[in-house]
């Protein structure tokens, strides 16, 4: 099968162990990222197999409509970004591993991770030093404080883990369902939605993007949020309704971590996510580790394989297969 893998930015994935999976097929990477349908078209024209790196490449159906010759889109977990309708008229087999027992640690650590830079202040603590001005603040310790989980998911109960293993206190919010898993595992459940934010030092989101959860997150919500408290989205910028949080950080009164933004990539040196001195951005590397990705297109890989073989696996849309 002629494959084709978009997004691959450092063309990591040639040298995974799971690579060799598609031994035998004929594999085109595209390290580089575009967003034109008429560019992207005329690059995939010959593509039986097209291969996803996550949400970084929106298949619409005008794309779609200009690739007659693809049969199967290959990729992992959840496919908001991807048209299954426009993907079902044309024909178009998606297959996707919704990996339903496995967490990414991966993401769960960099939440841990940018808990501690920012009450630490290591980004800026490592920029005085590299000045020659030594220290440049006080920070603050984790232990002791409250850690706010909204959503009762794999990688928030990963991250409740490490939060509880340097002493923090976990508390949790989630959906109606969440909230009742919640209680028939016995963990803290905030009282209210609002003592939820008003009790926690740092609040993170775990919540999957769908239409019922975009803007989950409420002005309401982040005015409710205490002094210096520490917002964390390590999940989908969608989750917040869309310029709520740079208003909020605009006022100088919460700090926010953020791995995740309304444009990616976000090239943007303006935006005010980047600017604000409240703000530690990352550049959406939650799952990007070498261990997590061998993990990830290794099922992706497998999914090609098996449609190689006539048994396709986890079809979204098995109604275009045809043995």
């Not at 990729?75 to 027992?101: E, F, K």
């Not at 002791?144 to 909204?150: A, D, E, I, K, S």
Request: proline share 5%; charged share 20%; hydrophobic share 40%.
């Amino acid at each position: 099968m002629k494959v084709h893998i978009l997004d691959d930015w450092f063309d990591t994935l040639s040298s995974l162990p799971c690579f060799d999976k598609l031994d035998g097929h004929d594999v085109t990477v595209w390290t580089d990222h575009v967003e034109n349908a008429s560019i992207l078209a005329d690059r995939l024209q010959e593509a039986d197999c097209l291969m996803l790196f996550r949400e970084r490449t929106r298949i619409t159906e005008e794309l779609l409509n200009k690739l007659p010759n693809l049969k199967l889109i290959s990729q992992r977990s959840v496919y908001p970004h991807i048209d299954v309708s426009a993907c079902t008229q044309n024909g178009v087999l998606l297959c996707s591993n919704m990996h339903s027992d496995t967490p990414s640690y991966a993401a769960a650590e960099l939440t841990l991770a940018v808990m501690l830079s920012s009450f630490r202040q290591i980004p800026e603590q490592v920029a005085s030093i590299r000045r020659g001005n030594w220290q440049m603040g006080v920070g603050r310790t984790l232990r002791g404080r409250t850690l706010g989980l909204y959503g009762y998911g794999r990688i928030a109960k990963a991250v409740a883990t490490y939060a509880q293993a340097i002493g923090m206190n976990v508390q949790w919010w989630s959906s109606e369902n969440g909230r009742e898993r919640a209680r028939t595992d016995g963990v803290q459940l905030a009282e209210s939605r609002e003592i939820f934010f008003s009790t926690s030092d740092i609040v993170s989101l775990h919540v999957r993007l769908k239409p019922e959860t975009r803007g989950i997150i409420t002005e309401q919500d982040l005015a409710s949020m205490k002094p210096r408290s520490l917002l964390v989205n390590t999940s989908r910028s969608g989750l917040i309704a869309p310029g709520n949080l740079e208003t909020e950080i605009a006022k100088g009164r919460i700090f926010a971590a953020v791995d995740v933004f309304d444009s990616e990539p976000l090239t943007d040196i303006d935006n005010p996510l980047l600017t604000s001195p409240n703000v530690l951005p990352t550049p959406h590397i939650g799952y990007v580790t070498e261990d997590e990705f061998d993990l990830q297109f290794s099922d992706i890989f497998d999914q090609i394989v098996a449609y190689a073989e006539n048994k396709p696996i986890h079809m979204i849309n098995p109604e275009v297969w045809i043995s």
